[in-house]
């Protein structure tokens, strides 16, 4: 792989697709990633808006670091009494 040429989400096949220089391609199945990452609705909605908003952020959240730790850090659960 050398240099990103494009990140984009493909609602056609609910994927991030990642295209690089040297002609190779991956896409990244967002169901997946989210019935993997995501522990309840509110890590499922931060991870939804980086799909949508921002897909370069959310492949190097799951290319390079820890899923788990970052929605956890980033999404408040705060369970109804």
Do not use: H, W
Request: charged share 25%.
């Amino acid at each position: 792989m050398k240099r990103l040429l494009s990140c984009a989400f493909n609602f056609d096949t609910v994927c991030v697709e990642l295209k690089f220089s040297d002609g190779s391609m991956i896409a990244m199945d967002t169901i997946a990633v989210e019935n993997e990452v995501a522990d309840n609705m509110y890590q499922r909605s931060e991870l939804d808006y980086l799909i949508y908003n921002d897909p370069i952020a959310c492949s190097d959240l799951i290319r390079n670091g820890n899923p788990n730790a970052c929605l956890k850090a980033v999404t408040e659960y705060k369970p109804l009494d």
